[in-house]
Structure formats: structure tokens, C-alpha cells
């Protein structure tokens, strides 16, 4: 249990590693071919990454019928592009999880 554990831990930790600030229009070429994804803002991203890469399909299809994780709309696109959005991004192929960045008022 204690290998499973410290496994999990490991890939949470590379996977935060691997998340970063992203121009939305950078990451144009992945909307356009359907493997952007949505994170919803009250999620945790690299949680999100960490279940999809342990293919928890459970918990992925619970968070899908919630609306708090989808493809990428062609509004929410378009909305992401005029504004010049960043996003927070990460890779857990052959998808990119994409999460708008919280404004702190």
C-alpha cells in the first residue's frame, strides 16, 4: 500500500511540475482537433490530470456529467481568444487540460 502511495505522490508532484501559465491562443491547434478539455475552475487541475492519467473513469464520467469537465466550446473558445486569456495547462496525453486562471480581487 505504503509503493502505491508514494507512486501516487510521484506522478502529483511530476504532473504539477508539468503544469504551467499558457496564452489560450497558443493552444489553438488543440481546440481545433478536439483534444482541449476544460477543467472547471473549482477543481483541482493536476487532481483532474492525476485521475485521467489513472484512467478513473468513474470519477472522470462524475465530474463530465456534472459540467465540470468537457471539451472545450466553441463559445468559451472564442470568449478565451478575444480576451487574450492564459490558462493553466497540462498534458496527459493525448488530452490538455486547460483551467481558466482565478482573478483575485
Known sequence: ?????????????????????????????????????????????????????????????QWAAASKLGKVSDEQAGEWLVGDVSVWAVVVSPWVLVQPIRQIH
Open 1 to 61: 500500500m505504503a509503493a502505491t502511495e508514494n507512486r501516487s505522490e510521484i506522478l502529483r508532484a511530476k504532473l504539477n511540475l508539468e503544469t504551467s501559465k499558457i496564452a489560450w491562443k497558443e493552444l489553438q491547434r488543440f481546440f481545433a482537433n478536439g483534444t482541449a478539455l476544460a477543467v472547471s475552475a473549482d477543481l483541482d487541475l493536476v487532481e483532474v490530470a492525476f485521475q485521467m492519467s489513472e484512467d478513473n473513469v468513474a470519477q472522470i464520467q
